[in-house]
């Protein structure tokens, strides 16, 4: 079985400050990790994806995350953030031969000026 | 090339009414999949599908229907709507069950 745990709901900051969102998942495998992003009233991107072969992965916008097997972890991270980055953000799992992508239930991410 | 695309974009139905959603992709992918997304649940996943002609159960099947006749194309039935299927349909492909998903722009249902 694999699950996802995004940690806030709801993360708030100001243009140019540090971007954090967090992402916990359970996987009897070694998982394939991924982060995507929903503008309002849109379909779901690609922002990056861990697929074991660097643990620091960088993705578009100027995004990356970490994968940290002891902290079973994948949080994502931006130095400095843009009015264009508020949006809803999903971590998602995947493992083994399982087809299935499971989800986290998302972490809107607002920007103020 | 227009990656995923799907139809109708937006619906009403009546409670008991059926209707079916289409999802298109030119990328020649072999799996396909539909998801549901409502507030605070994420997306989760309803049917999908490994190749043509083939089908399978997700997280939460009970009230769908789909068929896979055309590798490019995955149809959701829904035979007898209710309200509790109200939502925001995604359909994703991918060319095999690591890889991105790629989505649709989504279809929204309001069920009366």
């Known amino acids: 079985a694999q699950s996802v745990t995004q940690l806030g709901s709801h993360v708030s900051v100001s243009e140019g400050a540090l971007v954090l969102l967090r992402c916990n998942y359970s996987?009897?495998?070694?998982?394939?990790l991924f982060w995507y992003v929903q503008y309002p009233n849109q379909g779901l991107q690609l922002l990056l994806k861990?697929?074991?072969?660097?643990?620091l992965v960088k993705g578009i916008n100027g995004f990356e995350a970490e994968f940290k097997k002891s902290e079973t972890s994948f949080h994502l991270t931006k130095p400095s953030a843009h009015m264009s980055d508020a949006a809803e953000y999903f971590c998602?799992?995947?493992?083994?031969?399982?087809?299935?992508?499971?989800f986290g239930k998302g972490t809107l991410l607002t920007v103020n000026p | 090339n227009a990656g995923v695309t799907q139809t109708p974009k937006f619906r009403v139905l009546k409670t008991g009414q059926s209707m079916t959603l289409l999802c298109a992709q030119d990328?020649?992918?072999?799996?396909m999949y539909w998801y549901r997304q409502d507030p605070g649940m994420g997306l989760r996943l309803i049917h999908y599908?490994?190749?043509?002609?083939?089908?399978a159960k997700g997280e939460v099947p009970d009230g769908y229907n789909v068929s896979r006749l055309k590798k490019q194309n995955f149809l959701l039935g829904l035979e007898s709507a209710a309200p509790s299927q109200t939502s925001v349909y995604f359909c994703?492909?991918?060319?095999?069950?690591?890889?991105?998903?790629?989505f649709g722009p989504g279809t929204r249902l309001l069920v009366l």
């Open positions: 990328m020649n992918h072999e799996y």
């Open positions: 599908s490994v190749g043509e002609g083939t089908t």
């Open positions: 994703a492909s991918s060319r095999d069950s690591q890889e991105t998903q790629y």
């Open positions: 998602a799992v995947s493992g083994g031969s399982n087809y299935k992508l499971t």
């Open positions: 996987s009897s495998v070694p998982p394939y």
């Open positions: 861990y697929t074991s072969a660097a643990t």
